[in-house]
């Protein structure tokens, strides 16, 4: 009985120290002058790494969302002989909520978990240790400018992910299912409202790439460095971050649209 | 990989991700560059406005010529009252324009249609429609319907 | 640069323990400037934590690591930082930066700590290339190298800001004799040309005898042996000369401690 009182105690003590620390990693990697002259090539080389990589699943993922929404869409709302409101059904659920969360699990899934596999190698093979030696903070150097360019990617990626997705969806409706061209665009431009809509994803995308990035290079900060440890933590970084995001994005969700 | 290569490569990612918030922007969600345009207000009284909100559009002839603003209810009456603010450049609606709370398509949203009407004056800043139709409720339209099979 | 002290590290009743265990229980220790000083034991002594604690990465529980004068484990984040760049570590596995050539590996320090131009870099590289042997392979990636040749690489690393003192973490662990003496070599040579301290941890005795100037020998937490190499070989101690010796049995037994061998045999399990 005591023991596991004590087992119970010492888990809830363990997490209290994860987020305390993953809280100090933050600061010490974000804050202060940056070097924009020495700072400038690593984030552009993340830039790369996480978004410019990133592309591939996310376009694809974006179009076969967004025509397979077109496609259900247009099979409930023919019932009712609405079948206009496909244009504005996609585009409101892509920009309001598929495009941020999909978008952000799937980085979570491609980026997130590489993330945490790369640094924690870099962990296990004393790279981060000969960092320190040669008088260079790693937190600065290779934390920093992937946690920034996480922040930075996934906003584009989803905004991109959201126009291959509409886009997809009117191939759908308009070429394939003979949606009049007119109505789909027209339909769609009076629904869906630049500030309520478009703008309150991308804050949700800016939310998201925040926590994902963060709880990517942190699990890779902080693992154990044997490659046990280096598969625990990237099954972590995404399952954390996944959960992450769609319990924030309730929140978010909520606060945005919710007031009724 | 060489260096150059992928500056370019990123830069193209973000002009990628940019031009999407613009499309987004501009044919997804209507956002229209010109000045909002200057308004005035109008008051209409509805015996029930039904699903009528804020930000419905007001029509003539089913142009758009301006939004409803805000719905307030007059406690002595006990009508809605529905403040439309009307594009400026539309300012000949006569005083005995009237005003019908119309659905767009079976399941569409509700606006507000105006007709407009004979008289000599037109409608100002602050002045209220009289000559008013409310919005179909189905419940009402459900009992004329049998009131209507019962006398036959 | 500080002439003053002869010792360059002191380290006095240091001890540090990882959880229930103790790996120093109050150790004393001096490195003397510009020789080879050797630390040697068993495997599991915490050779490695001791350089963990040298280099300020793990502070001690208690005592003192003075580095020049400095005491290490109470220095701020700039200070350590400032320190630390006057040692440098040579990792066991060499530690290069696998997304990098060996010439941009090298340059990494000097680009990150000084302003030179990139043609006086250029210089300094290929001369710290050269001291190594390796000037002909510095376009290659450390996936393209060999285990001798990464640890080279490493070391042109390590002496690229010129520091006072490089520590040397089992630099002789899986290394053919052609590679051990390719780095033994350039250990006395560093040395004895740009006047190092050299630190070296390892347990391999005949290649670190043969060039070290003292030796420590630790077991269990305490140092139990100190001095020139051929004194320890014929040191009263029989946990030192076990330890020199390489004998497979003495105070380091042979047999993990188990039952009586007989009632194992014939017992049948029961423990």
Redesign the interface.
């Known amino acids: 009985m005591i023991t596991r009182l004590r087992i119970i105690g010492k888990s809830g003590l363990d997490w209290l120290s994860v987020c305390g620390r993953s809280c100090v990693f933050l600061a010490h990697s974000l804050c202060g002058v940056p070097n924009l002259r020495?700072g400038m090539p690593l984030l552009i080389k993340q830039l790369y790494a996480l978004g410019v990589l990133s592309l591939p699943i996310i376009v694809v993922s974006g179009l076969f969302i967004g025509m397979v929404m077109s496609l259900q869409g247009y099979s409930i709302l023919v019932d009712y002989g609405s079948e206009q409101a496909v244009g504005q059904m996609v585009s409101l659920s892509l920009v309001r909520e598929l495009g941020p969360v999909v978008a952000a699990l799937l980085f979570a899934g491609r980026a997130g978990s590489s993330l945490t596999a790369e640094i924690g190698l870099m962990k296990a093979?004393?790279?981060i240790?000969?960092l320190?030696?040669?008088?260079?903070?790693p937190l600065r150097y290779v934390m920093a400018p992937r946690l920034l360019a996480g922040f930075i990617a996934l906003p584009l990626l989803t905004l991109i992910f959201n126009v291959v997705g509409i886009w997809g969806g009117s191939l759908v409706a308009v070429d394939w299912l003979g949606v009049y061209d007119g109505s789909f665009w027209a339909n769609m431009q009076a629904a869906t409202d630049f500030k309520i809509d478009v703008l309150n994803g991308l804050v949700k995308s800016i939310a998201f790439g925040f926590v994902v990035t963060w709880i990517a290079v942190f699990q890779g900060h902080d693992l154990t460095p044997t490659s046990e440890g280096i598969g625990r933590a990237t099954t972590k970084t995404v399952v954390y971050s996944s959960l992450a995001v769609l319990g924030l994005d309730f929140i978010l969700t909520a606060v945005m649209f919710g007031d009724f | 990989m060489h260096s150059k290569t992928l500056e370019v490569t990123v830069g193209l990612f973000m002009l990628a991700g940019l031009a999407s918030l613009v499309v987004l922007a501009l044919n997804v969600s209507g956002l229209t560059l010109s000045q909002s345009k200057q308004s005035y207000t109008v008051f209409a009284s509805f015996e029930n406005i039904g699903g009528l909100t804020a930000r419905s559009k007001v029509t003539v002839a089913g142009v758009g010529v301006g939004r409803v603003v805000g719905i307030t209810l007059d406690k002595d009456e006990f009508a809605g009252i529905v403040e439309m603010a009307i594009e400026e450049e539309y300012n000949q609606f006569t005083t005995d324009t009237t005003a019908a709370i119309l659905t767009a398509g079976l399941l569409g949203e509700k606006y507000i249609g105006l007709i407009s009407g004979a008289d000599d004056e037109f409608l100002a800043e602050g002045d209220m429609i009289v000559d008013t139709q409310s919005a179909l409720v189905l419940e009402e339209l459900i009992g004329q319907f049998l009131f209507n099979k019962v006398n036959e | 640069m500080q002439d003053g002290t002869a010792n360059i590290i002191e380290i006095r009743g240091v001890s540090f323990s990882q959880g229930d265990r103790v790996i120093f229980d109050g150790i004393d220790m001096d490195i003397p400037r510009g020789q080879i000083t050797a630390i040697m034991g068993p495997s599991g002594t915490g050779k490695t934590t001791l350089m963990r604690l040298i280099?300020g990465?793990i502070k001690p529980d208690a005592g003192t690591i003075l580095v020049d004068g400095e005491n290490i484990s109470t220095l701020a984040?700039n200070d350590l930082?400032?320190v630390?760049?006057k040692?440098?570590?040579l990792?066991?596995?060499g530690?290069?930066?696998?997304d990098r050539t060996v010439y941009e590996n090298v340059a990494?320090?000097l680009r990150?700590?000084t302003n030179l131009t990139e043609t006086m870099i250029r210089d300094l590289v290929l001369m710290k290339l050269q001291a190594v042997g390796l000037r002909g392979a510095r376009d290659m990636l450390p996936s393209e190298l060999s285990g001798g040749m990464t640890r080279r690489a490493?070391l042109a690393?390590t002496i690229a800001?010129d520091p006072e003192m490089v520590i040397y973490d089992e630099p002789f662990a899986g290394q053919d004799p052609i590679g051990m003496g390719v780095l033994l070599q350039l250990i006395k040579l560093l040395n004895n040309a740009l006047g190092l301290t050299s630190v070296v941890v390892s347990h391999d005795i005949h290649e670190t005898a043969s060039i070290a100037d003292k030796l420590y020998v630790l077991s269990q937490g305490k140092v139990i042996g100190a001095g020139a190499p051929d004194e320890l070989m014929n040191s009263e101690s029989s946990m030192v000369t076990q330890f020199m010796k390489g004998e497979p049995d003495g105070p380091v037994p042979f047999h993990y401690p188990a039952h009586d061998y007989f009632d194992d045999l014939l017992g049948g399990g029961a423990l």
Do not use: C, I, N
């Open positions: 020495k093979t004393e790279q240790t000969s320190e030696m040669l008088g260079v903070d | 280099t990465q984040r930082y400032r630390r760049r040692m440098g570590m990792f066991q596995s530690a290069l930066f696998t990494f320090p990150e700590h490493a690393r800001l």
